[in-house]
């Protein structure tokens, strides 16, 4: 099919996960064939938008509309645009748009020229921990077309329960771009002012609560008690930020556990590191794991989500429980020893096969071509 429109809508464009994984697989979609546009709530950063925009796929923000109103415009947005597919990746804007999808094809007009009565609907659901809209969105899964599991544990977990197809799909990240960075390590860790001999412990995650950087400032504390070379580089933005500068400032670590904030292509950052930390009591698939591990960096992480799908404790990262202090200053202790690291290194190496996003953009649009002739009225 020719000229066949897409519409994807995800809550935010910032730097987090399920964005980064959409942009990612857009710029590499045949944007000469699949007409694509990207429908947001909000855009806290202007980075991700351009870069969509510069590839050919149109971005409609609705960071100015008033907030009682924005999913009524988000409604009128999706009509206006007529998809032949609508894939949504957040919870509340697929409730709404389950039900006004449903009803479109009772309409008459807005949907002229399509081949069905309404659009396909797909669903990418990215966390097992899919946050519920009111309890409609265990009741409105039924009415999607397809729902697509960014991982394993997310196709197994509740966060797909009760809906009709589910496919699972790992998109990956760009490996050649980690590579890349990797090969540029030293240049990047001099523009963030690492000192040469600093063993760099990265976290990419944006201040939230699931990502719990208050046990991460905590086991900072105990591993540059006992290693003063470590330093830890925070990288993000949210709502707990401020809160946890303040703690890293009590604690008398300005030192030694910097927040930078935002950072543009935080891959790079990634790349440069000896060591990815993460200390979420929750995740999905991590895309930054995926970027470490593309990089060769090993990973320690707390045992959430589908990172022990991605991460063998001992092979190319420690995993810790949830929650513990002792456990998480425990592994990134010794994933600073000399032989451990090495042999970390080349576990991570190692485990990037499998992990490139060049097949993920040519899935979805096999899939969606399937769909945009399947969808019924």
């Given at each position: 099919?020719?000229?066949?429109?897409?519409?994807?809508?995800?809550?935010?464009?910032?730097?987090?996960?399920?964005?980064?994984?959409?942009?990612?697989?857009?710029?590499?979609?045949?944007?000469?064939?699949?007409?694509?546009?990207?429908?947001?709530?909000?855009?806290?950063?202007?980075?991700?938008?351009?870069?969509?925009?510069?590839?050919?796929?149109?971005v409609?923000?609705?960071?100015?509309?008033?907030?009682?109103?924005?999913?009524?415009?988000?409604?009128?947005?999706?009509?206006?645009?007529?998809?032949?597919?609508?894939?949504?990746?957040?919870?509340?804007?697929?409730?709404v748009?389950r039900?006004?999808?449903?009803?479109?094809?009772?309409?008459?007009?807005?949907?002229?020229?399509?081949?069905?009565?309404?659009?396909?609907?797909?669903?990418?659901?990215?966390?097992?921990?899919?946050?519920?809209?009111?309890?409609?969105?265990?009741?409105?899964?039924?009415?999607?077309?397809?729902?697509?599991?960014?991982?394993?544990?997310?196709?197994?977990?509740?966060?797909?329960?009760?809906?009709?197809?589910?496919?699972?799909?790992?998109?990956?990240?760009?490996?050649?771009?980690?590579?890349?960075?990797?090969?540029?390590?030293?240049?990047?860790?001099?523009e963030?002012?690492?000192?040469?001999?600093?063993?760099?412990?990265?976290?990419?995650?944006?201040f939230?609560?699931?990502?719990?950087?208050?046990?991460?400032?905590?086991?900072?504390?105990?591993?540059?008690?006992?290693?003063?070379?470590?330093?830890?580089?925070?990288?993000?933005?949210?709502?707990?930020?401020?809160?946890?500068?303040?703690?890293?400032?009590?604690?008398?670590?300005?030192?030694?556990?910097?927040?930078?904030?935002?950072?543009?292509?935080?891959?790079?950052?990634?790349?440069?590191?000896d060591?990815?930390?993460?200390?979420?009591?929750?995740?999905?698939?991590?895309?930054?794991?995926?970027?470490?591990?593309?990089?060769?960096?090993?990973?320690?992480s707390?045992?959430?989500?589908?990172?022990?799908?991605?991460?063998?404790?001992?092979?190319?990262?420690?995993?810790?429980?949830?929650?513990?202090?002792?456990?998480?200053?425990?592994?990134?202790?010794?994933?600073?020893?000399?032989?451990?690291?090495?042999?970390?290194?080349?576990?991570?190496?190692?485990?990037?096969?499998?992990?490139?996003?060049?097949?993920?953009?040519?899935?979805?649009?096999?899939?969606?071509?399937?769909?945009?002739?399947?969808?019924?009225?």
């Amino acid at each position: 099919m020719s000229d066949l429109r897409v519409c994807e809508v995800v809550k935010t464009l910032d730097v987090g996960g399920a964005e980064v994984l959409l942009v990612e697989r857009l710029l590499r979609a045949r944007t000469d064939v699949l007409r694509y546009t990207v429908v947001c709530m909000r855009a806290s950063t202007g980075e991700l938008t351009e870069r969509l925009r510069a590839a050919g796929v149109g971005v409609v923000d609705l960071s100015a509309c008033p907030r009682p109103l924005v999913y009524a415009r988000l409604v009128a947005t999706v009509r206006g645009l007529a998809p032949h597919v609508l894939n949504v990746h957040s919870p509340a804007p697929a409730v709404v748009l389950r039900l006004f999808v449903r009803l479109a094809g009772r309409m008459t007009g807005w949907l002229a020229g399509r081949i069905t009565g309404r659009p396909a609907l797909v669903v990418t659901v990215h966390n097992e921990h899919w946050r519920r809209f009111g309890g409609l969105d265990r009741l409105t899964r039924g009415l999607d077309d397809c729902t697509v599991a960014v991982a394993p544990l997310v196709a197994r977990s509740k966060a797909t329960a009760g809906c009709r197809r589910v496919l699972t799909r790992v998109h990956g990240v760009d490996v050649a771009e980690q590579r890349r960075w990797s090969a540029r390590a030293d240049q990047v860790r001099r523009e963030f002012g690492v000192p040469g001999d600093a063993f760099l412990f990265a976290c990419v995650a944006n201040f939230r609560p699931q990502k719990n950087h208050r046990l991460l400032v905590e086991a900072a504390a105990e591993v540059v008690r006992r290693r003063p070379g470590a330093l830890f580089l925070l990288a993000g933005d949210g709502p707990l930020r401020h809160e946890i500068v303040r703690e890293v400032a009590a604690r008398g670590l300005d030192g030694s556990v910097r927040v930078l904030g935002q950072v543009p292509r935080a891959g790079r950052l990634v790349a440069a590191a000896d060591v990815l930390v993460l200390s979420s009591d929750h995740e999905g698939l991590p895309v930054v794991v995926m970027e470490a591990l593309a990089s060769g960096v090993p990973v320690v992480s707390t045992r959430v989500g589908g990172v022990p799908d991605l991460v063998v404790s001992g092979h190319n990262g420690i995993l810790t429980e949830p929650g513990s202090v002792p456990g998480l200053a425990g592994a990134m202790l010794r994933a600073m020893e000399p032989g451990p690291h090495r042999d970390l290194r080349a576990g991570a190496l190692a485990s990037a096969e499998g992990l490139d996003m060049a097949g993920t953009a040519e899935w979805f649009e096999r899939l969606y071509e399937e769909l945009a002739y399947g969808a019924t009225a």
